[in-house]
């Protein structure tokens, strides 16, 4: 079992910046695939970004590259994703998940998920 939890959303303006954290409970973290995906009013949840559990491999959505970076540590069991040149159709619910299946861009995939922090970008 995988407890997660979220922190760090909020309110910001178009072009500033954001970092969540995520902390993951249990002693096997580091085999863990994580994923941030979000989800919008009236929208399906969709990937933002996923990162291998030594944290070599990462790979990101179309709409985030170049902005996003996810990133891990393994030693305090978390995950965090920093987020840069905000735009409004970034707001959205952003969660975290893990998955044990070497997968990464589907969230059926994903057995354990945290309840999501609510990000708002102000134009």
């Known amino acids: 079992q995988v407890q997660l939890v979220e922190s760090g959303g909020g309110l910001v303006q178009a072009g500033g910046s954001l970092r969540l954290s995520c902390a993951a409970s249990?002693?096997?973290?580091?085999?863990?695939?994580m994923g941030w995906f979000r989800q919008a009013p009236g929208k399906e949840r969709q990937f933002v970004g996923g990162i291998s559990g030594s944290g070599g491999l990462t790979y990101y959505g179309d709409s985030v590259k170049g902005r996003f970076t996810i990133s891990r540590d393994n030693a305090k069991n978390a995950v965090y994703l920093q987020m840069n040149s905000l735009k409004p159709e970034d707001t959205a619910v952003y969660y975290c998940a893990a998955n044990g299946r070497n997968s990464y861009f589907s969230d059926w995939d994903y057995d354990y998920w945290g309840q999501g922090t609510q990000d708002t970008v102000s134009s």
């Open positions: 249990g002693r096997t973290f580091s085999s863990y695939v």
